[in-house]
């Protein structure tokens, strides 16, 4: 332990605190270096999985951490706001339940949370550019790769 002005800090908090601020840098940094590079995926459905993993293990600080990516990225792609959360609730309710009961393993649980989670998303995004009259999709084909880097993240991580 190291005593600095009378307060000991312990090694793991140091550890702990520049893990943190990596998080933050990602959390902040990620979305905004989506709309330079279109090509960088946005992760929703990863962002899904890690927010409904979040849920079920009641850690309530990454639960609100991935809710706040996910409204930084909207806002910076100028989407719909709340429109992820509102998709995200929705699929857990309707939806997890029933993935939960029938699929036992972890890693196809994620896969198929991560893949509804998106159609319904982007399903979301065509019917409000038609009720609102917008393109808010532009190219179909960059959906199907978002997709499957949704589906390797959730594998990998």
Excluded: C
Aim: glycine content about 6%; overall charge neutral; proline content about 4%.
């Amino acid at each position: 332990m190291q005593t600095l002005s009378r307060v000991q800090r312990n090694l793991s908090h140091q550890k702990a605190l520049t893990l943190l601020a990596g998080w933050l840098g990602l959390w902040l940094l990620y979305p905004s270096m989506e709309s330079l590079y279109p090509l960088l995926p946005p992760l929703l459905g990863f962002v899904y999985v890690k927010w409904r993993d979040a849920l079920y293990r009641r850690d309530y600080f990454w639960v609100l951490g991935w809710m706040v990516y996910a409204v930084i990225f909207e806002s910076v792609w100028n989407l719909p706001l709340y429109g992820i959360w509102t998709v995200m609730i929705v699929t857990f309710t309707l939806f997890d339940p029933k993935f939960t009961h029938l699929i036992h393993s972890h890693w196809l649980l994620g896969v198929m949370s991560a893949v509804v989670f998106d159609l319904l998303y982007y399903a979301f995004l065509v019917v409000y550019g038609a009720v609102m009259h917008l393109d808010l999709i532009d190219n179909g084909l960059i959906l199907l790769y978002y997709l499957l880097i949704d589906i390797a993240g959730v594998l990998l991580f």
